[in-house]
């Protein structure tokens, strides 16, 4: 399995976004269900707005049980207790 480029990209802008404190957890709603989400977004400052952008979403209930790690994946299983 490989990570796709723009995936790797997203996901150094959100390294470097933690890296200057500039990371928030906002509560969303899903826009096709309405379900409530807990979403982790990068804020910008634009003439002094800020802005947000949403990199994804805290997984619900147990999140072990919501993945399957790659095989061959180094380091503990994903479920492993």
Request: glycine content about 12%; some cysteine; aromatic content about 6%.
């Amino acid at each position: 399995m490989s990570i796709p480029d723009h995936a790797g990209a997203n996901f150094q802008t959100l390294l470097r976004a933690a890296a200057a404190g500039d990371l928030a957890l906002v509560e969303c709603a899903d826009a096709t269900t309405g379900e409530t989400r807990y979403v982790i977004c990068a804020v910008a400052r634009d003439d002094g707005d800020h802005v947000l952008t949403p990199f994804g979403h805290l997984a619900p209930g147990n999140p072990y049980d919501a993945y399957v790690p790659p095989i061959g994946a180094a380091g503990p299983a994903i479920g492993a207790g």
